[in-house]
């Protein structure tokens, strides 16, 4: 809706003013399914979607899979848990997404649904084996709303995620 929009563009012109970073983050719904034979028309509505807000200046966009479940596979009837196949789907498209925002993308994020890092599972293995050293990991500490975060918290995630990769808390 054209209202909605405009109240948008406003906010977005409004954070660039005043030197904030608008950071635009996506949930974009996932099944199994979309790792196989949709995976282009899985990327190409979310490229959509951060196409539009691409349109108004946004530069910087986060893809959050935190609050669905790893996968559902429809098919099957059941979900997958900390599943590698999950991860290497979650870096596939994310690394796809960066490809083709490219030219109108000045940082991206992520939210795994795992993204506690305080133990390895072979869901998080996957994504950092697989996810671009160029992609920000999302990171709440190791519960989801943690108070305060520590020194020895932030040890223990490194140890799961690795030294380089960046870290948004």
């Known amino acids: ?7 948008l563009r406003q906010c977005i012109s409004l954070c660039r003013t005043e030197g904030i970073t608008f950071v635009y983050g996506l949930n974009p719904s996932f099944t199994i399914e979309d790792g196989g034979e949709r995976f282009d028309a899985h990327v190409d509505r979310i490229e959509k979607k951060l196409m539009q807000v ?10 959050l899979y935190d609050d669905i479940p790893y996968a559902y596979n429809i098919l099957a009837g059941e979900r997958a848990k900390n599943d590698a196949r999950i991860g290497l789907l979650h870096a596939r498209i994310l690394n796809e997404i960066v490809y ?9 994020w992520f939210c795994p ?57």
Not at 54 to 63: D, E, H, P, W
Not at 100 to 108: C, G, L, N, P, T
Not at 119 to 130: E, F, G, Q
Not at 136 to 145: E, I, R, S
């Open 1 to 7: 809706p054209k209202k909605e929009y405009d109240a």
């Open 54 to 63: 691409a349109r108004l200046g946004v530069r910087s966009f986060c893809i």
């Open 100 to 108: 083709r925002m490219q030219k109108y993308s000045e940082d991206f």
């Open 113 to 169: 649904s795992d993204y506690f890092f305080h133990t390895h599972t072979p869901y998080i293995d996957a994504v950092i084996s697989a996810l671009s050293p160029d992609i920000a990991l999302l990171w709440t500490g190791p519960h989801v709303f943690t108070k305060h975060i520590t020194p020895s918290m932030l040890r223990d995630a490194r140890k799961i995620i690795g030294k380089k990769r960046r870290l948004v808390l």
